[in-house]
T-cell receptor
Framework: EAGVTQSPTHLIKTRGQQATLRCSPI?????VYWYQQALGLGLQFLLW???????NRGNFPPRFSGRQFPNYSSELNVNALELEDSALYLC??????????????FGSGTRLTVV | AQTVTQSQPEMSVQEAETVTLSCTYD???????LFWYKQPPSRQMILVIR??????QNATENRFSVNFQKAAKSFSLKISDSQLGDTAMYFC???????????????FGQGTILTVHP
């Protein structure tokens, strides 16, 4: 069974540009979560999508946005990139009811570098 | 708001020995879940063990076990018979139960780098 897949693995962008990160959940999972892992700041929750709707959002500015498609895959968009957006972005997926089964499964992340 | 604190930035242990990683948390919620995740150099976060707050019995998964002290808000991870493959960053994490303010959202500690020496 394929795990959570994220693309691209690495992404280099210039300050002010937009970045789009993609995530495909495990088959059968309807929820997708996004986390930012920045050096010195640890892992911080960004967004949770379930069945196409945003369910919860972390303390990030509106230039961090995303969406979930009918096939449950998801995109994270970061507009007007700033140098401090450089981080590893992790996606995870789960069944609709998180507490059923093993909970979250994470992907290997997209390393975003803003220059 | 919930907070998770890991007070040991780095730990090391000899192969086959036992090591304990510490974690404390703060919450006013009564229904919640606690987790330990492992992040090896491959970057993928791997669930090691989870504990439901309503369960008094400590969770165990093979060589991994927890000491869950609800009143003290402490959740330590014990790794027995340490193996070289256990070398990784370990994160303690918290999530409220359904209906809670942080349901679906994991709050992580800062992590502990564990090195297992041969």
């Amino acid at each position: 069974e394929a795990g959570v897949t994220q693309s691209p693995t690495h992404l280099i962008k210039t300050r002010g540009q937009q970045a789009t990160l993609r995530c495909s959940p495990i088959s059968g999972h309807t929820s997708v979560y996004w986390y930012q892992q920045a050096l010195g700041l640890g892992l911080q929750f960004l967004l949770w999508y379930d069945e196409g709707e945003e369910r919860n959002r972390g303390n990030f500015p509106p230039r961090f946005s995303g969406r979930q498609f009918p096939n449950y895959s998801s995109e994270l968009n970061v507009n007007a990139l700033e140098l401090e957006d450089s981080a590893l972005y992790l996606c995870a997926s789960s069944f609709h009811s998180f507490v059923a089964g093993p909970g979250y499964t994470f992907g290997s992340g997209t390393r975003l570098t803003v220059v | 708001a919930q907070t998770v604190t890991q007070s040991q930035p780095e730990m090391s242990v000899q192969e086959a020995e036992t090591v304990t990683l510490s974690c404390t948390y703060d919450t006013s919620e009564n229904n919640y879940y606690l987790f330990w995740y492992k992040q090896p150099p491959s970057r993928q976060m791997i669930l090691v063990i989870r504990q439901e707050a309503y369960k008094q019995q400590n969770a165990t998964e093979n060589r991994f076990s927890v000491n869950f002290q609800k009143a003290a808000k402490s959740f330590s991870l014990k790794i027995s018979d340490s193996q070289l493959g256990d070398t990784a960053m370990y994160f303690c994490a918290f999530m409220t139960g359904a209906g809670g303010t942080s349901y679906g959202k994991l709050t992580f500690g800062q992590g502990t780098i564990l090195t297992v020496h041969p």
